[in-house]
C-alpha cells in the first residue's frame, strides 16, 4: 500500500486506515448531539399528556382529558395552541438550518454544534421558567434552532471522521443518541409526573438544558474534521489530523482525493444554485425525497395509540408514560441492531426489509382499530389479548423503523453529497425533514379527528411508495469512500444519464481514477 490507495476487485476506491480509539471518541462525543433532538422529542410528548399541565396552559384539552370514556377519543387533542406548542419547534429549526449551511461551510462543522448547544440551553431555560403560553412558545422556538443547527453538523462531521467501512455504524450513533434521548426523557416524564404539587413538568422542559451542555461542551474539545480544514485552507493541520484519525502514516491517496474535492468545492460561488445543475440531480432527489418518505411512515400515529392499549393492559393512569417507555426502549435497541448491520447488510436491504415490516404492522394494527374503535372512537371495553396483539405490532413497527428509515433517513443524505454542495445539500435534508415534521403536527391531530382509523392506510399507502422508490432509485453505499462516491451514480441504470464520466463534483480525483472505475449496476 505504498501509494496510500488501492482498488478493490470490483472497482472502486479504497483508503488504508482503522478504527482508531481517537476516532471513535470523537465521533461518540459528537453524535450526542442527538440527543438534545431525541429528549424533546420524548419530553414534548409527554408533558402534554400531565394533567398540571395542561391545566395551566391548554384548559380546553384538559376539559376534554378529563372527559368520561364516551367521548370520542379521536378529537381529544384536537387544539390549535396546543399544535402550535408542538410544531413552532420544526419551523424554527427549519429556518436555521439554513443558516447552519454558510455557518457549516465557512468556519467548520464544530462552531455549528456549538450555536446548536447554547441556543437549545436557552430554550429550555425558559420553557422550564414558563408562565405563559407565549414563553412556552418562545421556548420551542430557541430549541428548534439549537436543533436545525445540531442536525445540520452531526450527520456531516460523523460522515467525514468515520473511515469508510464504519461510517454506517459510526453515523447511526447520531440516531442512537435520538433514540436515548428519547428514552431518558419519557423515564424522567414518568417519575416527574408523579410530584406532588404538579410541578414536575417544570423539571421535565427544564432538564434540555442537560443535553444541550453535553452537546456545547462536546463541540468545545472535538476536532474539526480534515475535509473541514482543507475547504479553510488549513492544508497541513489537515494532513497531520487524518494521520491521527486513519491510524496510518500514509494517508496521501486520500489526503490528495480530500484536496482536489475542496479546489473543485471553492471554484462553487453558489452552492445553493450550483445544487440545480443536471449532475446533481441524484443527490438533490435524494436529498429531498429521503427526509420526506420519512416523516410519512406513520410513527406518529402508531405512537398515539399506545397509551389506550397499554391502559388495558393494566398500567391505569401511568399509561400514557408507561407506554411510551417501552416503545422507547424498544427504539434503543432496533437502532442498535442497525449499527451492527448497516456495514454488514447495506442500506438498501434495511430500508426494504423495514418497510414491509412497518408495512405488516400497519395493515394489522389499522384492522384492529377499526374493528374496535369504529368512525366514533369510542372502543368500549378492550379485552386484554386484543390490546396485548395490538400492541406487540406497535413494537415490531417501532423495531422496523428504528433500524431502517429512523437512522439510515439520517446517514444516506449524509454521504452522498460531494464537497462542494456539501453542507447546502445537508441544509437541504433537514429542510425537508423540519418542514414536513411540521406540516404533519400542524395537521395530524385534525386528520385524526376526521380520518380515524383510515389514517393508517394513508400512511401505509406512503410506505409502499417508499419502498419502491429505494428499490428503484437507490443504490447501494455501502463500504464506498466518500469522496467516492460518484461512482455509485454513473453505474447506476437511471442516474449514469444525468452523471457522466469526468462530470461528477469531485470530478478531479475521479478522473485521475477512472480508468480503474468498475461499470457494475449498483
Request: hydrophobic content about 50%; aromatic content about 14%.
Amino acid at each position: 500500500m505504498a501509494g496510500g490507495g488501492f482498488v478493490v476487485g470490483d472497482g472502486q476506491k479504497a483508503y488504508p486506515g482503522k478504527l482508531t480509539p481517537f476516532v471513535l471518541f470523537t465521533c461518540v462525543v459528537a453524535a450526542m448531539g442527538g440527543l438534545i433532538f431525541g429528549y424533546d422529542i420524548g419530553i414534548s410528548g409527554g408533558v402534554t399528556s400531565m394533567p398540571s399541565f395542561l391545566r395551566r396552559f391548554f384548559p380546553s384539552v384538559y376539559r376534554k382529558q378529563q372527559a368520561d370514556a364516551t367521548t370520542n377519543q379521536y378529537c381529544q387533542y384536537d387544539s390549535p395552541t396546543l399544535t402550535l406548542f408542538t410544531s413552532s419547534l420544526y419551523l424554527a429549526a427549519l429556518i436555521s438550518s439554513l443558516v447552519a449551511s454558510t455557518v457549516t461551510r465557512k468556519f467548520g462543522r464544530r462552531l455549528s454544534m456549538l450555536f446548536g448547544g447554547i441556543l437549545f440551553c436557552a430554550g429550555a431555560l425558559i420553557n422550564g421558567f414558563a408562565k405563559h403560553v407565549w414563553m412556552l412558545i418562545v421556548g420551542r422556538i430557541l430549541l428548534g434552532f439549537g436543533i436545525g443547527f445540531a442536525n445540520q453538523a452531526v450527520p456531516l462531521y460523523l460522515s467525514e471522521m468515520a473511515p469508510y467501512k464504519y461510517r454506517g455504524a459510526l453515523n447511526i450513533g447520531f440516531q442512537l443518541s435520538i433514540t436515548i434521548g428519547i428514552l431518558v426523557a419519557e423515564v424522567l416524564n414518568y417519575f416527574f409526573a408523579k410530584i406532588k404539587g404538579g410541578w414536575g413538568w417544570r423539571l421535565s422542559l427544564g432538564g434540555a438544558v442537560v443535553p444541550a451542555l453535553i452537546i456545547t461542551l462536546g463541540s468545545l474539545v472535538l476536532p474539526d474534521t480534515p475535509n473541514s480544514m482543507i475547504e479553510r485552507g488549513q492544508h497541513e493541520e489537515a494532513k497531520t489530523k487524518l494521520r491521527r484519525i486513519r491510524g496510518v502514516d500514509d494517508v496521501s491517496q486520500e489526503f490528495d482525493d480530500l484536496v482536489a474535492a475542496s479546489k473543485e468545492s471553492q471554484s462553487i460561488e453558489h452552492p445553493w444554485t450550483n445544487l440545480l445543475r443536471r449532475k446533481y440531480r441524484p443527490h438533490l432527489t435524494m436529498a429531498i425525497m429521503i427526509p420526506f418518505f420519512q416523516q410519512l411512515t406513520g410513527i406518529n400515529v402508531i405512537m398515539f395509540y399506545a397509551p389506550v392499549l397499554f391502559n388495558t393492559i393494566g398500567f391505569t393512569t401511568d399509561a400514557s408514560l408507561m407506554s411510551a417507555v417501552v416503545t422507547g426502549s424498544v427504539n434503543v435497541a432496533a437502532t442498535l441492531v442497525s449499527i451492527y448491520g448497516v456495514d454488514k447488510w447495506g442500506r438498501r436491504f434495511l430500508f426494504l426489509e423495514g418497510g414491509t415490516q412497518m408495512l405488516i404492522c400497519q395493515a394489522v394494527v389499522a384492522a384492529c382499530i377499526g374493528a374496535k374503535f369504529g368512525v366514533d372512537g369510542t372502543p368500549g371495553e378492550l379485552p386484554k389479548w386484543y390490546a396485548i396483539v395490538v400492541v406487540t405490532f406497535i413494537c415490531i413497527y417501532v423495531a422496523g423503523f428504528a433500524w431502517s428509515w429512523g437512522p439510515l433517513g439520517w446517514l444516506v443524505p449524509s454521504e452522498i453529497f460531494p464537497l462542494e454542495i456539501r453542507s447546502a445539500a445537508q441544509s437541504i435534508t433537514v429542510s425537508v425533514n423540519m418542514i414536513f415534521t411540521f406540516i404533519i403536527a400542524q395537521i395530524f391531530l385534525t386528520m385524526l379527528c376526521h380520518l380515524k382509523f383510515g389514517l393508517f392506510l394513508v400512511f401505509a399507502f406512503f410506505v409502499i411508495v417508499m419502498s419502491i422508490f429505494v428499490y428503484i432509485f437507490l443504490p447501494e453505499t455501502k463500504g464506498i469512500p466518500i469522496e467516492e462516491m460518484g461512482q455509485v451514480w454513473r453505474s447506476h441504470w437511471y442516474w449514469s444519464r444525468f452523471v457522466e464520466d469526468g462530470e461528477y463534483g469531485n470530478g478531479v480525483e475521479m478522473g485521475k481514477s477512472s480508468s480503474n472505475q468498475g461499470t457494475k449496476h449498483v
